[in-house]
């Protein structure tokens, strides 16, 4: 079957602009994440969803990042008044419940001009 | 905090050499310890992982043991192929999250 498929693959927006990225996870997948990955560092964790809410949003930076999952399904990271330093890939995975193996998408690569 | 220091990349060998990248961690609670591949143009898949002391975990002719003595989970493999070119990361959960702490990454480039 499908695998974890997030949209767009690349997103160019300008310094201020608010953005939305979109994450589409395994079907029956309840557990989904969120991971940022600036050039040359490993994945960091930004927040995980069981189901429609969010069990931990304690590595989002500052309030101009949230994320919802309204159905338990699809997800949307959402930043408002970009910043340069936002420039990275964000990183969608999603498992089947708690406790079991994360699929990562390929991932959206943002750069804020 | 939680923390992941692996090996400084890139690695360069040859096809069949002796692979090993060296991990080691700093965690709070009692960690599970895996290890991710990045293939050139995919997403992060999870290679092995081993989830208490002295579990080794293996896929793909690549092993992993899990030393809580030396808080370390190395990844080894005894005879690459150039299949294997792709970026390594170790990464952590502590019991009780389940969020992922990775390492920076080692790029393994595999030359025929």
């Known amino acids: 079957g499908a695998g974890v498929s997030q949209t767009p693959s690349n997103k160019v927006t300008e310094k201020g602009k608010y953005v939305e990225l979109r994450c589409d996870p395994i079907?029956?997948?309840?557990?989904l994440y969120w991971y940022r990955q600036s050039l040359g560092q490993g994945p960091e964790f930004l927040i995980y969803?069981?189901?429609?809410?969010?069990?931990?949003d304690s590595g989002l930076p500052n309030d101009r990042f949230f994320a919802v999952r309204p159905e338990g399904s699809v997800s949307t990271l959402k930043i408002q008044r970009t910043e340069r330093g936002d420039s990275a890939v964000y990183l969608c995975?999603?498992?089947?419940?708690?406790?079991?193996?994360?699929?990562f998408g390929q991932g959206t690569r943002l750069t804020v001009v | 905090g939680d923390s992941v220091t692996q090996m400084e990349g890139p690695v360069t060998l040859s096809e069949e050499a002796f692979l090993t990248i060296n991990c080691t961690y700093t965690?709070?609670?009692?960690?599970?310890l895996f290890w991710y591949v990045q293939y050139p143009g995919e997403g992060l898949q999870l290679l092995l992982k081993?989830?208490?002391?002295?579990d080794k975990g293996s896929n793909k002719g690549f092993e992993a043991t899990y030393r809580k003595e030396t808080t370390s989970f190395h990844l080894e493999k005894g005879s690459v192929q150039v299949s294997d070119s792709a970026v390594y990361f170790c990464?952590?959960?502590?019991?009780?999250?389940?969020?992922?702490?990775f390492g920076k990454g080692t790029k393994l480039t595999v030359n025929p």
């Open positions: 995975a999603s498992s089947r419940d708690m406790n079991t193996e994360a699929f």
């Open positions: 079907s029956g997948h309840t557990a």
């Open positions: 969803f069981q189901g429609t809410g969010a069990a931990d």
């Open positions: 965690a709070t609670g009692y960690p599970s």
């Open positions: 081993a989830t208490k002391a002295d």
């Open positions: 990464a952590l959960s502590v019991e009780g999250s389940e969020k992922l702490v």
